[in-house]
Each structure stands twice: as structure tokens, then as C-alpha cells.
Nanobody, 128 residues
Framework: QVRLVESGGGSVQVGGSLRLSCTAS???????????LGWFRQAPGKEREGIAT????????YYADSVLGRFTISQDNAKWTIYLQMNSLKPEDSAMYYC??????????????????WGQGTQVTVSS
């Protein structure tokens, strides 16, 4: 059974940085290397928003406009882990951040419904 576990959230001041991690388990190496992993976030009262994805088979990445140039998604396949480096954080980046995975669609998607596996989330709070 696939399991995703996020870590690295916390509180930071405006302009600061955080790095989130998401470690996967329950895959075989063959299936993990053909998986799209992504980061979503959800602020109180708002819909869940896809912000970055990475294809484990080649490291191709995609970003939402809201984070492009500030956030970087990366991977360490040897550790079955992806990361989200978040720089120049703003108050509007405050949200619960979720890791998600899919093996059935292109990594170009940020549709929540396309991802079948989810982590429990890690909270990020940016204060001014």
C-alpha cells in the first residue's frame, strides 16, 4: 500500500525559507520510477491548489504561476523522497501542504482528482 509522509513544515517570517520533504513507501522501484509526485496546498476557506509536480522517471517539473521562481521541487530517488524548497515566502503561502502521487496521468496536471495517494499534510505559516 502506497504511503506518503510529509515533514518540514513550520512557522517562518516573510521572506524566509522552508524545505518540505515527502517520503514514499509501498512502491516497487519500477513503479516508483514512473510516478508523478506533487505538492498541493490548502489555506482555510480555500480550495486545494496544486503548485508543483515532478516525474520521478526523468525529473521533469511543472509549477503553478503562484510559486514559479520562488519554489523548487526536486527528488532523491535513492531515498524515495521529493522536496519542496520554498524561498521568499509570503503570508499568502500559509497553508497546509500535501504531497500527492499518481501513476496514471501526466505530471502536467494539477487536478486534485488525478492524484490517488495523499499524505497527511504539514502546516506552513508565514507571518509578517
Amino acid at each position: 500500500q502506497v504511503r506518503l509522509v510529509e515533514s518540514g513544515g513550520g512557522s517562518v517570517q516573510v521572506g524566509g525559507s522552508l524545505r518540505l520533504s515527502c517520503t514514499a513507501s509501498g512502491y516497487t522501484y519500477s513503479t516508483y520510477s514512473r510516478t508523478c509526485l506533487g505538492w498541493f496546498r490548502q489555506a482555510p476557506g480555500k480550495e486545494r491548489e496544486g503548485i508543483a509536480t515532478i516525474y520521478t522517471g526523468g525529473g521533469i517539473t511543472y509549477y503553478a504561476d503562484s510559486v514559479l521562481g520562488r519554489f523548487t521541487i526536486s527528488q532523491d530517488n535513492a531515498k524515495w523522497t521529493i522536496y519542496l524548497q520554498m524561498n521568499s515566502l509570503k503570508p499568502e503561502d500559509s497553508a497546509m501542504y500535501y504531497c500527492a502521487a499518481t501513476s496514471v496521468v501526466s505530471c502536467r496536471t494539477f487536478r486534485e482528482a488525478d492524484f490517488g495517494f495523499w499524505g497527511q499534510g504539514t502546516q506552513v505559516t508565514v507571518s509578517s
